[in-house]
């Protein structure tokens, strides 16, 4: 046997799980310390024009779109299955995690191009969580469908590595 | 079929149907429009987000 110095995969996993906690740190009440509930997280749309990326801590309504039947803030993600973790060497491993339904925006109005989606933790302070990008759009009068990726070690549309 | 429009719901035999795919590594997204006399009076996207990237790439310390 041989010993192999890493970050633990498990960790990354349950980071996002908020199961550690290494620094002092303000959250919104989850209920129980021992039985937390699931924050929420939404899903908001920015124009063309917006600069979001890596630097958004979070969510605000600068820049996002606007148009009949849009409310700011976007809409909540369905949230139905937890992050977790795959080793794929004794150094290396992914943590991922994916929405468990599509994002739909359903009958609305958006004239004004937008092509990222921020998903951002509702419950902790409008929290960004991570940024999307696609091909620029505009709607009319119809939906808007983010169908997620395959939630697996290299496709889920969040994901942790150690390499 | 009715569709909606901006001009209410409306059966699409009255309109022009147009639609569109755009396929690359990062997205598969296809949109359809319905016009009417030449006026955009629908159109609705479906973006399937492919593969993401990878956030981060850990490493630990040696120590020592």
Not at chain 1, 23 to 43: F, Q, Y
Not at chain 1, 126 to 139: D, E, N, P, R, Y
Request: charge should be negative; hydrophobic fraction near 35%; proline fraction near 2%.
């Amino acid at each position: 046997m041989a010993n192999t110095q890493s970050m633990c995969t498990s960790f990354m996993s349950e980071l996002m799980l908020g199961q550690h906690q290494l620094g002092t740190s303000t959250l919104v009440s989850r209920t129980s310390l021992t039985a937390p509930t699931t924050d929420t997280v939404k899903a908001a749309l920015f124009l063309t024009s917006a600069t979001i990326n890596a630097a958004t801590t979070v969510y605000a309504a600068t820049g996002e779109v606007s148009g009949t039947g849009y409310t700011a803030g976007g809409v909540t993600v369905t949230n139905a299955t937890a992050p977790t973790s795959t080793n794929s060497s004794a150094t290396a491993g992914v943590a991922y995690w994916t929405p468990s339904a599509s994002i739909t925006y359903t009958t609305v109005t958006l004239t004004t191009a937008f092509d990222t989606v921020l998903l951002y933790n509702f419950t902790q302070s409008l929290k960004a969580i991570s940024v999307h990008t696609f091909g620029s759009q505009t709607i009319t009068a119809g939906t808007f469908t983010l169908t997620m990726p395959t939630n697996n070690t290299s496709t889920a549309l969040l994901r942790l590595a150690t390499t | 079929m009715l569709v909606t429009t901006t001009k209410g719901d409306m059966d699409d035999s009255l309109l022009e149907k147009r639609e569109g795919t755009v396929d690359n590594d990062n997205e598969l997204t296809t949109w359809i429009e319905y016009w009417l006399d030449g006026e955009l009076v629908h159109r609705s996207a479906h973006v399937t987000l492919k593969k993401m990237p990878v956030f981060g790439g850990g490493e630990t310390q040696v120590i020592g």
